[in-house]
């Protein structure tokens, strides 16, 4: 059975959380530390880690994801804002090993227009600064962004970057979904088409996959930015073995819209084959699905969209 969850709400505590995430069905789980609105956390002494243990227990959840705040950017110019940050991924990373989890996902913010280049050093040094004094069990896992408003590590190149320079078992990086379409990389078969940014020559081409790029030739984006098959490109980095999470969302933005909306799994711009092909890839398999869409209801990731999911992977 493939490890499939949600990222559900902690209100209560995280053993809430596994509560909630069992209840729609889900074998593992994903949480923030606390409000994902604030930057305050209790002490980390008086997290009850004994009755997250004892939820875990009762409904088989493992593993438990850890999602950074939103509000983190790590190429912040603003000296407060990079304090929080920092503060707040340290919290992190010491939830992440109280609780025996599986890493803590993180938006490593923004570069506001001044560019990956002029960034980069200053972003390493931080996340290196919080690897080297997180405990030893805590993970920092890298999320490709969809690349608006200068979002950093949208392109997969610049993970591969960080991870070469962190060097440490303790970084790895997690996929995302809509992310990576809405960034410009096609995630169906590279088989069943031309590459996303063969441009011209691949008009009038059809073929039976049906990827996001014959599908619809006008999604590549009027940049041309397209960057390729996903599949082709994290082989080509060599990024396979420290993926330690997919996050699976749909997107309610078309191929290289650079746009971060979620939609629910079936129901946005991502074509459905594409999807059941790069979620059933071999190097996959054993790593945890984790929804973040709004769901049906509008209330979070819910038992259809994990029932969709399911039949994705073949397993409805
Ligand atoms: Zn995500
Ligand atoms: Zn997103």
């Known amino acids: 059975m493939r490890k499939i969850g949600a990222h559900v709400s902690a209100a209560g505590g995280p053993h809430k959380a596994v509560e909630r995430a069992a209840a729609i069905e889900c074998n593992c789980v994903q949480v ?26 009762k409904t088989t959840i493992e593993p438990v994801v850890t999602h950074a705040l939103y509000l983190i950017n790590l190429a912040s110019e603003d000296p407060a804002l990079l304090e929080n940050s920092m503060q707040a991924l340290r919290y992190d990373l010491q939830f992440d090993a109280a609780i025996g989890g599986a890493g803590v996902v993180v938006h490593l913010g923004s570069h506001q227009g001044r560019g990956w ?44 970057w960080m991870l070469d320079r962190l060097a440490s078992p303790q970084v790895g990086w997690c996929f995302d979904t809509c992310h990576a379409f809405a960034a410009g990389y096609a995630l169906g078969d590279p088989q069943n088409g031309a590459a996303p940014n063969a441009g011209a020559t691949h008009a009038g081409a059809t073929h039976a996959g049906g990827s996001a790029v014959d599908a619809a ?9 397209a960057r390729g098959f996903a599949v082709e490109e994290i082989e080509r980095l060599a990024l396979w073995d420290e993926l330690r999470c997919v996050h699976v969302n749909d997107s309610r933005d078309p191929f290289d819209s650079g746009r971060d909306r979620h939609a629910n799994i079936n129901d946005g711009e991502i074509p459905h084959d594409d999807l059941a092909y790069f979620l059933n890839l071999p190097e996959i398999a054993t790593l945890p699905l984790i929804l973040e869409v709004p769901g049906i209801e509008n209330d979070g990731p819910d038992l259809e969209n994990v029932r969709r999911l399911r039949a994705l992977v073949g397993e409805a």
């Open 117 to 160: 280049d002029s960034v980069q050093e200053e972003v390493l040094r931080r996340v290196a600064t919080l690897v080297e004094n997180s405990p030893p069990e805590a993970t920092f896992l890298i999320e490709n962004s969809a690349g608006q408003k200068g979002k950093l590590s949208s392109d997969l190149a610049e993970i591969r």
């Open 32 to 57: 923030f530390s606390g409000s994902p609105r604030s930057w305050r956390r209790k002490p980390i002494e008086q997290l009850d880690t004994a009755k997250l243990q004892e939820a875990r227990r």
């Open 217 to 225: 030739p006008e999604r590549r984006g009027a940049g041309g930015s």
